[in-house]
């Protein structure tokens, strides 16, 4: 269960306080004796990463910020403190819980609270009451002590809100989510958070000839959808929409070119990049963020059903283009390519896609990085890397040269889906290109969603990876906006 949230101008002292101090100074306001003075004195000198105190009626925890330069670094130290803290919290069971600062900046509990709330998530609705880990969802209400203005603390919980739904779609397995289903949970967050979803089922997706995405479903007994998610507030300071598109691949077994060995194995999280642009709509929605932002989800399995699309084959996408496909396992490009020429129609400032893509991003960056191409204003990158460092989910560039297109031609048709064993991501994006006629920028992030073990809170299996990135991207752009008014 996920803490609530609350702000507060006082500490009462029967309260349990994590308090967050910059320097060895111990706050008179936390009332300890001179006792526990002298004890976490000693234990600063020890340079531990927290300080304990358990009193018989409270427990304190001190946590001395490390003298570090870069701030992005310390922020994400922070967040880092409180998934090693987490397990320690959750067993004192606590119902309230104050968190505090001194001589430090005054987000700090912001940064740590985030941490915090992104450790406690856990999946649990489909263990049986007996098999529930009571301790971790023993409700807390969390209280922020400290001079952090409203919209800031509106935005932590609407965007940890995000953070808990899209693990929640990421993590079902694909007998509770196909693509239908998909697309009412979608539903049913665009009503709660103020923005708008229009579903296009198969007969329209047929009427519109999205032949990538009706490709990818003839293995499929369960039809595809197309979800349209608009948040365009009365304000909004863009004339041109900002297009999110998503990759809704609710499994993907690889389709006839099927999946050998393990590699099958969490393919029902290859539908992350969706589930993190609903993620990112719903919190500029709640935030009333004033800027116009569309998402586009095609969404279907990639199965080898008896009438499942074949290597060979050749298809027409919803562009006219014709595409030869030499594999049926590189099935997101097509879903996403035809989202890509249909974002068109809103004449978009920028297109950004997000998607669990290639195992070659993985094996480039490994999961420390979403591996990024773009051929947008170099201005909306360096705004990206900027974000990527603030919430930690960091980007790295990839070229995207145009020789890399090559790769992709074909004897038969337009195009080719696939290119040689090398440069796999890059040749991906290249493909991506084609359809997007607006400026682009491709975040595959098939190395950072998938974790295999927690990376701090970035949980294993499904971690949301970009969402935070996104949502906070698409904020500064709105404040930019703002700025120049
Ligand atoms: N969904 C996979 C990519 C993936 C692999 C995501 C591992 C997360 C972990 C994608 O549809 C895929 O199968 N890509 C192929 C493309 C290849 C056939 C050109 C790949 O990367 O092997
Ligand atoms: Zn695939
Ligand atoms: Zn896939």
Known sequence: MKPEIRKTSQISPEQSVVCIIGNDHIPERLNLTKAEIGYAQNQLKAKDEYIFINSYNRCIYLIRLKDE??????REELRRTSYNIRKLIRENNHTELVITYENTYSEAI?????GLLLSFYSFDKYKTVAGKDDK??????IWLHGDIADPEISWLINLT??????????KEPVNQLN???LASEIKKIGNSAGFSVEVLTKGKIEALKMGGLLAVNKGSVDPPVFCILEWHP????NKKPIVLVGKGIVYDTGGLNIKTGDFMAGMNEDMAGAAT????MHTLAKCNIPLHVIGLIPSTDNRPGGNAYTQGDIITMFNRMTVEIGNTDAEGRLILADALSYASKYSPELIIDIATLTGSAAMTFGNQAIAVMTNADRKYISLLEECGNDVYERIAELP???EYGELLKSDVADTKNIGGREAGAIIAGKFLEKFAEYPLIHMDIAGTEMLKKDDYYRLKNGSASGLRLLSTFLRRIAAKYSDKK
């Open 277 to 280: 642009v609903t993620g990112v």
């Open 161 to 170: 809100d995000a953070v808990y739904f899209t693990r929640d779609l990421i």
């Open 234 to 237: 009365e304000k909004s300071l």
């Open 69 to 74: 330069n870069i701030h992005y670094k310390v």
């Open 136 to 141: 971790k969802s023993y409700p807390l209400t």
């Open 179 to 181: 693509a239908t289903s």
């Open 110 to 114: 912001i940064d740590f609270t985030e």
């Open 400 to 402: 995207f040269w145009e």
